[in-house]
C-alpha cells in the first residue's frame, strides 16, 4: 500500500463520506442495528454515534486501514458499549457461523474487491432471523448517469480507494443468497447524480 492510500485516502474518505446527505442516510439506517452488530468497513467511525445504545450489546468493525482505526478510535473511547477492531479485508470474516445479530454495511460494497465473496461471509455469520442492514451508492437508473458513471469510474476508483461508482447493489446481495425485504432508492440532495445515486435497507438470509 502507498503513501497516498495509507495516509491520504482515509482522509478523503472520512470527509466525503462525512457530508450531510450521507450523514442522513446513517441516521436513517444505523439505529435498525441490534444485538452484536458487525460493522463492515467500520472506517473512521462515521456510523458510530448513530447506533441505539438501548438495542447494541456490542459493535465489531472490519476495516482494513489502520489509518481508519485511529480516527474511529477517537470516537469510539466515550461510546455506552464496546468497540472492537478487527483489521482484516470486508472479504475475510474471522468470527464463528452464526455468532452475530446485525450485519451493518454502509458505503463499503462499492470498495471490496470480491463483494459476493464478502456478502457470503457477512450471511455465514448471521445468526437465523439476524439481518443485513445496508445503505450504499452505486448504478443510477437512468441510462444517461449510468454512461457517465461507467466512463468516469476506472478515475474515481483510482483516487477514491478503490470505490466503484456503477454497482448494481440489489444484484449483489441477492447473488449472495440474501432475501432483500425492505429497498429503497433516491438521488441524494447536494450530491453530484453521478456518485448519488442511494440504495438502502434490509435482507436477511434465503
Known sequence: MGFY??????HIINCACGSKPIR??????????EGTVLEI????????PYYDPTK??????????????????????DLPFPVEFVGLPGEQIPLDDKSVDTVLVTFSLCTIPDPVKALEGMRRVLKPGGRLV???????????????????????RVLFGGCNLNRRMPSLIESAGFKIDDLQTMYLPSTPRVAGFNYWGTAQSV
Open 5 to 10: 492510500e495509507k495516509h491520504i485516502v482515509p
Open 24 to 33: 442522513y442516510q446513517r441516521k436513517k439506517v444505523v439505529p435498525m442495528a
Open 41 to 48: 468497513g467500520i472506517g473512521t467511525g462515521l456510523n458510530l
Open 56 to 77: 447494541v450489546r456490542k459493535v465489531i468493525g472490519l476495516d482494513p486501514s489502520e489509518a481508519s482505526w485511529k480516527l474511529a478510535g477517537e470516537r469510539a473511547k
Open 134 to 156: 445496508f445503505c450504499e451508492h452505486g448504478a443510477a437508473p437512468d441510462a444517461d448517469v449510468l454512461k457517465w458513471q461507467n466512463r468516469v469510474n476506472p478515475v474515481w
